[in-house]
């Protein structure tokens, strides 16, 4: 058992890596995407807008594999879906194609999330569950970073390279086939309800329906903020506070830093004080730190500002454990996958928003209104539920049958 958690710890990390490899993947191929099929700077926002919102349906898609037929199989069915539309897009002949392929990678790159949550929720004790679920989440800057390594050698020749990442999916795929048990949590769960199927309707009625409302304009909240921030932090550095591309460069790595540094030391705070407070004070310190990049005009402390940003940023580390826990087994993927990644789908308009207040107030100024978003997901954040000793809320059977009653 012990063994098969931290199979579960290290797959699952491995899984995230290169779910962020790829969504990262994107926009460092943008300028070249642009120059070889002559998009406007909309079209290629709109690329990225796609993968956000097959991500948003992935709420959906996903939770209902993983929750009906396993973790294991919706781990690798997700896998195998992102690697398999990234590697088609070496192919794309046209826009429309590729908007189309980005979207339904985006299902399945968002799909992950919801089965790697509710594997380590379901895998490791309470006590170690927060730093658990923080460690698999912060491989997504770690991704980042990669990313940026391996983007080098290939581009400007981006088809080759999104065909090399698509293909290169195999090794987490035989990592889970070899080494991953079924979830021992779901496995009972499932044979006790069987034929008694979980969807989406489980989580938005009955007692749960409040819990997933909450949840997911939490969520809506702290993604619109963090991508409305971060996608035009780097402009808004160069346009607006003078920096110089390579410091630019430099500002960006740090800040990938300090999220991984965040994300794995408020997983270990969470496990002490609570992941219901944590995640307030990593809110409320986003909303607090943002500001900050409005006002400062001096480089050097802009530049070493990013890493506290960034570290915390961590609430998208702590999502995983705290909204798995909020939800029984049977329908915890259905109801975490829900809140984070409608989420994740409503910040697909966040960058685009930002860019529109930019024209008129500036990028200071959209910095602002961000940081305002983060204040009110700290406030609805408040207002859900507190779980008990890191387990699930009390008479879960009752709660889901209820539910989809």
């Known amino acids: 058992m012990r063994d098969s ?14 779910d962020a490899l790829e969504i990262v993947l994107l926009s460092l191929a943008l300028p070249a995407i642009r120059h070889e099929m002559g998009l406007s700077v909309t079209q ?49 002949p046209n826009f429309a194609v590729f908007l ?7 299902i399945g790159l968002g799909a992950v999330w919801s089965v790697v949550s509710a594997y380590v929720v379901e895998t490791w004790p309470s006590r170690l569950r927060g730093r658990a679920a923080a460690f698999v989440i912060s491989a997504f800057p770690a991704g980042g970073a990669i990313a940026a390594v391996l983007s080098a050698p290939f581009l400007p020749d981006w ?35 069987e034929g008694d199927p979980v969807t989406a309707r489980t989580v938005l009625t009955g007692s749960l329906r409040r819990t997933t409302l909450l949840g997911t304009l939490m969520a809506a909240l702290a993604l619109t903020g963090y991508w409305g921030a971060t996608t035009w932090l780097p402009t808004y550095l160069t346009t607006e506070r003078g920096l110089p591309a390579p410091s630019v460069a430099v500002f960006v790595t ?31 310190g986003v909303a607090v730190t943002l500001p900050v990049y409005a006002v400062v005009t001096h480089q050097a402390a802009l530049m070493w500002l990013g890493p506290l940003f960034g570290a915390f940023t961590a609430f998208f580390g702590l999502f995983g454990s705290y909204l798995g826990e909020l939800f029984p087994t049977r329908a915890r993927a259905t109801g975490a996958g829900f809140c984070f990644n409608v989420g994740r789908g409503i910040s ?39 779980t008990t000793a890191g387990e699930a809320l009390p008479a879960e059977a009752d709660r889901v049958r209820g539910a989809a009653a």
């Open 100 to 106: 189309v392929l980005r979207f339904l990678a985006g």
């Open 348 to 386: 697909a308009f966040a960058p685009f928003a930002l860019a529109g207040l930019a024209g008129t107030i500036g990028f200071s100024g959209g910095l602002l209104v961000c940081a305002g978003v983060f204040a009110l997901a700290a406030v609805t954040a408040l207002f859900l539920p507190r």
């Open 5 to 18: 958690r931290w199979i579960v710890l290290g797959g699952c990390f491995l899984a995230y890596l290169f």
């Open 254 to 284: 740090i800040l990938n830093l300090g999220m991984f540094l965040g994300y794995n030391g408020f997983g270990l705070l969470a496990d002490r004080v609570g992941r219901h407070r944590t995640i307030v004070a990593t809110l409320a």
């Open 159 to 193: 088809r080759t390279m999104f065909l090399a990442a698509g293909l290169a999916v195999v090794v987490p795929v035989a990592v889970v086939l070899a080494f991953f048990r079924e979830s021992a949590s779901w496995a009972e769960q499932n044979a006790q309800y």
């Open 44 to 92: 290629a926002g709109l690329l990225a807008t796609a993968t956000l919102l097959g991500i948003g349906v992935s709420s959906v898609t996903g939770g209902y594999v993983a929750d009906n037929f396993g973790r294991k199989k919706a781990l690798i069915a997700s896998l195998l879906v992102f690697g398999g539309f990234t590697a088609a897009l070496s192919a794309v």
